[in-house]
């Protein structure tokens, strides 16, 4: 039995069960990282000592993870667009290429912490770095969550393009559009931590 309205859009939403589902959680995260935001912007608005990223953090590895962000956020739409045309092969290469891209996030991402911890900084140096370690680690994470997806949907999931191309290109743009909220987190994170 087919589960109704994974494929046709819901006539009371107009969107169809994956895309409503991802439309939903994707609020809960905008309120969670806008709640740590808050938080951040609340504790340095009133420290008058408050340290300036730029004596913690490397903002030249960040405009970097920036750019490959930005990059992985086009090449994910390239995906979604050619299993939209029916072209499976080059949908696929440019889901490859956003995987690298994430991949390549978290390698900067990680010569950026290794070299805080060589210098001895650690969350439990002061309220600034607690934050920093907190909002990219935890953005990090969803970094982490849509590589498994996307692995998922690049390997053994591919399988579906076979039976149902039309679910599985559903599926490849609700994973854009999670990719896009990790993206436009790093997009608000990046000035906030490293330029202000």
């Known amino acids: 039995m087919l589960i109704p309205y994974t494929i046709e ?19 809960s995260e905008v309120m969670l990282f806008g709640a ?3 938080s951040y912007i609340l504790l340095r608005v009133n420290d008058p000592a408050w ?24 090449t994910v739409i390239l995906s979604w667009g050619n299993f939209q045309l029916k072209n499976p092969k080059k949908g696929r290469m440019y889901l490859g290429i956003t995987l690298l891209c994430a991949f390549i996030f ?8 290794s070299a805080k911890f060589q210098k001895g900084l650690f969350p439990s140096e002061n309220t ?3 934050i920093y370690f907190t909002l990219t680690g935890l953005h ?11 692995i998922y949907f690049y390997g053994p999931g591919f399988k579906m393009w076979n039976t149902q191309p039309e679910r599985f290109t559903n599926r490849i743009e ?12 790093w997009i608000f994170l990046f000035p906030v931590l490293y330029l202000l």
């Open 9 to 27: 859009a819901r006539p009371d939403t107009g969107l169809n069960n994956a895309k409503l589902g991802i439309w939903l959680f994707l609020a």
């Open 174 to 185: 609700v994973c854009g559009l999670y990719w896009h909220f990790v993206d436009l987190v």
């Open 128 to 130: 600034f770095l607690a």
């Open 106 to 113: 978290l390698v900067i991402k990680y010569f950026e912490y």
């Open 36 to 38: 740590l935001f808050s």
């Open 140 to 150: 990090g994470l969803h970094v982490v969550g849509g590589i498994v997806v996307m």
């Open 51 to 74: 340290p300036p990223g730029s004596e913690y953090l490397n903002w030249k590895l960040a405009m970097a993870n920036t750019f490959v962000l930005i990059a992985s956020s086009i």
